[in-house]
């Protein structure tokens, strides 16, 4: 890292020799997975430059908004809506875990049969490895699968964790329950933060977010070109940073990737060949540093062109958020409609997650599906039987796997993916 960011991390209560061993394996694992890669857009030079910064710049970001009074809050899901705690003058950052590193850590407290992400993230804190984690003032934690909602409970006898209860159903009383725990997190930020959050600023925050939005969603529409103007591994990592980073430099700086692009598709030009296989991914999220999957699908000379999933176009599900002109309550109306077209494995009925896959399968001339959910996560592994039976009825190639982050699971998965992209 470009600044000795030693004291930094001290201040925060880092455990040091396990963060540095850490740091230490990331540029290796980078290069060979990410910068090994060929024709790789230029404009990927700043996500490149984030990760090596990854405890760095971004952290002092926080850290110095929180000496000027302002506070951090710590997420885990697309349901958690940045727009209020940027309202309230808040920051917030993306804690899941993608690490294998420190789920041994979370095993010592938490029981083996949970999925890898969040073990990953309990991990982090227990063994005080993340300076996200370090740095947040309030964990904001939600229902939605019954492994996140327990950890909670355990989680926030570490640090404060707050929880959003997430109806798991769509009817109009689930709507209702929904905004009033929007109003319900207004008054906690508002508590938090000493700001109060006016039509105004709410209007102005959810502007802030529909500009990182839309920079992303070109982002993903650029990939539906044949050839792919980007591979897989490098929309995901910007996926994956939109997490943690400024909102307002993140969508400036995808803007700039989104202007290459597009003009690398008037050329023509891609990462792969035309006739590559393309992989549609649909799933569990693929949080920072968890690259196995599309690292596995490209090695074997496919490119995954979308991901169905909240590190892919789940996140931006329901688009753009509308923003009325009437005040907060009808601003959080239009935050809890848009969020609940996230079409998450946590709810029942979900057929519309299906439908959006097919969807996905058509717009982006995908030649297989591969699903894949964390082992021990009960929604998406069960989901995928459904998603493999719709989609076989309607032709399409699947294959369903489930796995971890480690790396004996990576032996297994890339066995399963070279033979299905072989077959395609
Ligand atoms: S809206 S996908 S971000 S909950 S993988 S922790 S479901 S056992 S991550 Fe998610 Fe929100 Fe849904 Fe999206 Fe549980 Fe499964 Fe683990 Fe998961």
């Known amino acids: 890292m470009g600044e000795d960011y030693r004291a930094m991390w001290e201040s925060l209560g880092i455990s040091m020799k396990r963060h540095c061993a850490l740091m230490e394996a990331l540029p290796a694992i980078y290069e060979k997975i990410y910068l090994s890669q060929q024709g790789r857009p230029e404009a990927m030079g700043f ?96 229902t939605t699968c019954d492994g996140k909602k327990k950890t909670w409970e355990i989680l926030d006898e570490y640090v404060p964790t707050y929880v959003m209860d997430l109806p798991n159903s769509r009817s109009a009383a689930d709507r209702d329950l929904w905004i009033s725990e929007l109003k319900r997190f207004v ?72 202007d290459e692009l597009e003009a690398r598709v008037k050329r023509g030009e891609g990462v792969t060949p035309a006739d590559a296989k393309r992989i549609l991914y649909a799933g569990t999220p693929m949080p920072i540093p968890f690259w196995t999957i599309p690292s596995l699908i490209e090695g074997a000379g496919a490119v995954v062109v979308a991901e169905e999933s909240c590190t892919g176009s789940r996140l931006l599900a329901g688009g753009q958020t509308a923003i009325p002109g009437d005040g907060v309550a009808s601003q959080l109306a239009a935050i809890a409609d848009r969020q609940l077209q996230t079409n998450c494995a946590c709810f029942t009925p979900n057929d519309a997650r299906i439908e959006d896959i097919l969807r996905m399968v058509k717009d982006y001339e995908a030649d297989g599906v591969i699903h894949f959910s964390l082992s021990f996560c009960q929604p998406y592994n069960l989901e995928g039987v459904r998603v493999q039976k719709v989609l076989q009825e309607a032709g399409m190639p699947v294959l369903l796997l489930e796995g971890d982050y480690t790396e004996e699971q990576a032996g297994q998965l890339k066995t399963r993916i070279e033979a299905f992209v072989e077959i395609l």
């Open 47 to 142: 996500y490149d430059f984030v990760v090596s910064e990854i405890h760095g710049l971004r952290v002092k970001e926080l850290i110095d908004h929180k000496d000027k009074g302002g506070k951090v809050f710590g997420t885990f899901c697309v349901y958690v809506p940045e727009e209020l705690i940027f309202a309230a003058g808040g920051i917030a950052v993306g804690l899941c875990g993608g690490a294998d590193f420190s789920v041994p850590t979370a095993e010592q407290i938490l029981p083996r049969n949970l999925c890898a992400l969040i073990k990953s993230a309990f991990g982090s804190k227990i063994g005080g490895i993340c300076p996200y984690f370090q740095a947040a003032d309030l964990i904001v934690g939600e």
């Open 187 to 258: 008054g906690k930020l508002e508590e938090v933060t000493g700001n109060t959050i006016t039509p105004e600023k709410l209007a102005e925050a959810t502007a802030l977010i529909n500009g990182k939005r839309a920079a992303l969603q070109r982002l993903f529409d650029a990939r539906k070109a044949r050839p792919s103007p980007i591979s897989g591994l490098d929309a995901l990592l910007v996926a994956q940073i939109s997490f943690y980073d400024d909102p307002v430099r993140f969508a400036q700086k995808t803007d700039e990737l989104c």
